[in-house]
């Protein structure tokens, strides 16, 4: 089928065949077939328009930050640290000392955990996650309770997949230290109610980190109308390079917790009897950051604005209704993850076909979806289910690839029937 054939046009400016031609990777054939890429909860592809700032950076700019005074340091700081201003612009942060680059999501919660947890957390202190967490909002947890003999938490969800907040107030108690969940289930697809649950937690004065690696390339993102403490992501889920982060922290906050890690760029001054810490947001920022990372970042951000998230959220949902109900309509399918609110994200399972199979004979087709446990598995022994075949939208995928994704799961049927 020709992806470019029937324009899909939403408001008055936006275009997915021509938001298509940005993307250079979506003209790859894979086994003589058009690639279609449905495993964007795991990674973005990259527009024209990131790819080209980092190819500049690296050709005019390229410079350790915060260092020299020559020149190309300058710039390259310059850039470093426009991208922080780009980044609290998108997310509404009040200051940039807020906003503190880190490798990831993973990173940005390991960071909170050591910390926080060693400035906040004693033992018998408690800590609120939920049942359908990633393991990185989950591990880093483990680690500090086995540290702190710490409590852990759990708000269970029901087989829609929506959090069952009834009681939700009753875990609380004087010991309760932080509540840390995710907004957007990369596994079920669930939209978590986040302002309600930063408000209960806020009226008892416990402060809250968000996961936002699935919501940030989904959703404006407004941290101060949230209210939440802390909120995380990672720069390669929204359209920028790998091995970029960001964390937002409260200054409050930031300013109290102890640093993650040692060395330059984090330090005041340093002598064998004392060191004392840089301000924000450099006191978390040990050693050469990931500038190209940060400044691809910038670009990809830069171009999402362009297009309008408001408008990106529209035709994704668009995506995610037509896909749901076309995947309805087969039998064997059962959807795992049929919460209220969702994102572009549909996880399910085929009677009695493991989805490593499914996964198998789809990229025959050409069609790139995730199978497994998604770094969820007890969202996995919730279902009493091994793993599932994810398929997750982003603004560049058309309907005509969702029908190639019912056509290829009718042909897997047809291969073990
Ligand atoms: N989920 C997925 O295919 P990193 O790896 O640090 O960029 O992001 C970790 C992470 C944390 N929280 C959530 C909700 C996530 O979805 C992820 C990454 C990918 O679903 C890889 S497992």
Not at 41 to 68: C, D, F, L, M
Not at 98 to 107: A, P, Q, V
Not at 248 to 274: A, C, H, N, W
């Amino acid at each position: 089928m020709n992806l470019q054939s029937n324009s899909e046009k939403v408001g008055i400016s936006f275009d997915v065949h021509k938001i298509r031609e940005d993307f250079p990777i979506l003209k790859t054939k894979v086994r003589g077939k058009p690639l279609v890429y449905f495993d964007n909860a795991a990674t973005t592809q990259k527009p024209r328009q990131v790819i080209e700032r980092i190819k500049k950076y690296y050709e005019e700019e390229n410079s350790n930050v915060h260092r020299g005074v020559h020149f190309l340091s300058e710039v390259a700081t310059r850039e470093y640290e426009a991208a922080r201003e780009t980044i609290r612009k998108f997310i509404n942060a009040e200051s940039t000392e807020e906003i503190i680059f880190t490798k990831g999501t993973t990173e940005a919660i390991n960071l909170i955990a050591n910390s926080f947890g060693k400035t906040f957390i004693n033992e018998n202190d408690e800590i609120i996650i939920s049942e359908m967490e990633h393991h990185s909002n989950i591990v880093p947890w483990q680690l500090l309770r086995e540290e702190r003999k710490a409590i852990i938490n759990v708000i269970p969800f029901d087989d829609n997949g929506d959090l069952i907040l009834d009681d939700f107030e009753k875990i609380f108690n004087e010991r309760t230290k932080l509540v840390s969940i995710v907004h957007v289930s990369n596994s079920l697809g669930t939209v978590n109610p986040i302002k309600k649950i930063i408000e209960i937690a806020h009226s008892f004065a416990v402060p809250v980190l968000i996961d936002g690696a699935q919501s940030i390339m989904h959703n404006k993102i407004d941290v101060q109308d949230l209210g939440c403490d802390f909120f995380v992501f990672s720069g390669h889920k929204i359209y920028g390079p790998t091995g970029i982060g960001v964390l937002y922290g409260k200054r409050d906050l930031l300013e109290q917790m102890k640093p993650y890690q040692g060395g330059g760029d984090m330090i005041r001054s340093v002598t064998f009897q004392k060191t004392t810490y840089n301000d924000l947001p450099y006191k978390f920022e040990a050693g050469t950051p990931n500038i190209e990372g940060a400044i691809g970042l910038m670009a990809s951000i830069e171009y999402l604005n362009g297009i309008g998230i408001d408008q990106i959220a529209s035709y994704e949902n668009e995506l995610l209704n037509y896909a749901t109900e076309k995947i309805s309509q087969i039998p064997q399918v059962k959807i795992i993850g049929t919460a209220k609110e969702k994102g572009p994200i549909i996880s399910f399972v085929l009677e009695n076909i493991h989805p490593h199979d499914i996964g198998t004979i789809l990229d025959y087709e050409g069609i790139a979806l995730r199978t497994g446990h998604h770094c969820t598995q007890p969202v996995m022994e919730h279902f009493k289910i091994p793993a599932t075949t994810r398929a997750s939208f982003s603004f560049y995928n058309t309907k005509e690839e969702i029908d190639l994704l019912i056509q290829g799961i009718q042909k897997v049927i047809k291969v073990f029937s």
